[in-house]
């Protein structure tokens, strides 16, 4: 199965700074089959960007994707309250269609 | 546009089975697939399994099965999704999430469910 390795696990930042979360997977993404989602607490997840830098409908323009083959990037600028959170990247090249273990974003 | 309503919260003994319901409201269902994560506590997220009603289609990770069955009321646009031989360790709570664009799963999860919480006690 293909594995995605997170990093950081944790990153601290404070409102109004940029996070640059990455993503590395196992084997090559053809077609740059990868989401990034956020997870807050209590909520389901919510889809952020899909093939690696298509930002999914109603999400703000500080959210970005990049990256491609084994190599991905979620770049969160101008941070809000609201964005700090679980995030997790999910490939859907080849079942089973797995996840990273996430990184955190948390209020420095 | 298409919302998924899950069943409620369940507490299950060791060794039963529970079945969660994944039901589409607002748009259609058998045209897309259907997949089911779980979330247990302080853990991470989990794909278990999906369904493409329109095939008639399933596809397990391998590690839950023998122990999953995952099914679709087309009638009712509803999915269901059985586990059997509960345990502690599946104290969880499970999402429905549908992939969007045609029939396949090699399109990311943009709809989801409420979530279920099922424990296992």
């Known amino acids: 199965e293909i594995v995605l390795a997170q990093s950081p696990g944790t990153l601290s930042l404070s409102p109004g700074e940029s996070a640059t979360l990455s993503c590395r997977a196992s084997q090559t993404l053809t077609k740059n089959y990868l989401a990034w989602f956020q997870l807050r607490p209590g909520q389901a997840p919510r889809l952020l960007i899909y093939d690696a830098s298509s930002r999914a409908t109603g999400v703000p323009d500080r959210f970005s994707g990049s990256g491609s083959g084994t190599d991905f990037t979620l770049t969160i600028s101008r941070l809000q309250p609201e964005d700090f959170a679980m995030y997790y990247c999910q490939q859907y090249h080849t079942s089973p269609w797995t996840f990273g273990q996430g990184t955190k974003v948390e209020i420095k | 546009q298409v919302q998924l309503v899950q069943s409620g919260a369940e507490v299950k003994k060791p060794g039963s089975s529970v079945r969660v319901s994944c039901t589409a409201s607002g748009g259609t269902f058998h045209s897309y697939a259907i997949s089911w994560v779980r979330q247990a506590p302080g853990q991470g997220l989990e794909w278990m399994g999906g369904?493409?009603?329109?095939?008639?289609?399933?596809d397990v990770a391998e590690r839950f099965r023998g122990r999953v069955t995952i099914t679709a009321d087309e009638s009712t646009s509803t999915a269901f999704m059985s586990l059997s031989s509960l345990r502690y360790e599946d104290t969880a709570v499970y999402f429905c999430?549908?992939?969007?664009?045609?029939?396949?799963?090699?399109?990311?999860?943009?709809?989801w469910g409420q979530g279920t919480a099922v424990t296992v006690s």
């Open positions: 369904i493409i009603p329109t095939r008639h289609t399933t």
């Open positions: 999430a549908r992939h969007g664009d045609y029939p396949t799963y090699h399109s990311a999860m943009d709809v």
